[in-house]
């Protein structure tokens, strides 16, 4: 019997059609056994005891190493949007074909980066710690309306924050060198510029060795003192240690943090006041979350019947 893997941290495996079509045809579906992210060495060794000719992807790291134990995988299907944790060299080189599914995604990411913003800026979880340890304070914040928000990334996300934000009344910069200016309704710029007029700078692109730790001591050093920094996205697109800096000496106004680049965090960054942080939950709508498991398992049964496994 052919296994499928699925290696995302939770995944309703009931009420998925594609699913039950796969089982139908003779596949063993085995899900993930931590509950949990996988480290790299725990692919592994489920690769190695199931060897599936398919799987729905998590973040786990994919690397060659990983991919390489299981020979008989053909498909991969993300569930999500990034790819940053697929080596895709090495998939291709290996013959796996990778799906993802960015379209689910878009809306769930998008509100929980506006959340971010008006938490940072309300200073909402600050005081909601502080009533509950018996210390009530009224604290004055500042509104999104008539602040400047830049966004790095013109994307399927960047573009649903532009739009959620505007609604607000605040006003919106882009930086995207992959984006045709004469296709956005929204101003296009530089990143030394957005970063030295907006209020805001929230980070909406993929993370890669261009981008690794796109947002470092110098950048930050561009920002406002009284900037707000939101990072939904990927944990490696910040320097964790300059921020910690800038935020702990007041040079920037506060973060919100949905990602790390070591997860589960246990930094120090927690022990600031002017840090929000969530548990790398951006898609964790349960509308959202549906719509992407049945997305990532009609992904799954196409890639299979493409590569002539069914």
Partial sequence: MSALLITTSSFNTSANPALQELAAKGYQIITNPHNRRLTEDEAVELFTKYDPVGMIAGVEPLTRRALERAPKLRVIARCG??????????????GKAVYHTPDATSQPVAELTIGLILAALRHITLADREIRNQKWQARMGNLLQGKCVGLIGGGRIGLKVADLVSGFGA???????????TQLTYQLVGLDDLLTRADIVSLHIPYNETTHQLIN???????KSTAILINTAR?????????????KHNRIGGAALDVFEHEPYKGPLVELDNLVVTAHMGSYAAEARTAMELEAARLLLHGLEKADFT
């Avoid at 001591?217 to 920002?223: A, F, I, K, P």
């Avoid at 944990?235 to 935020?247: D, P, Q």
């Fill in 171 to 181: 006003s919106i910069l882009i930086h995207d060198p992959m984006v045709d200016a």
């Fill in 235 to 247: 944990g490696g697109l910040v320097n964790e240690a300059a921020l910690y800096e800038a935020l």
């Fill in 81 to 94: 949007t990034g790819l940053d944790n697929v080596d895709l060299d090495a998939a291709r080189d290996l």
């Fill in 217 to 223: 001591q110098e950048r930050l050093s561009r920002m």
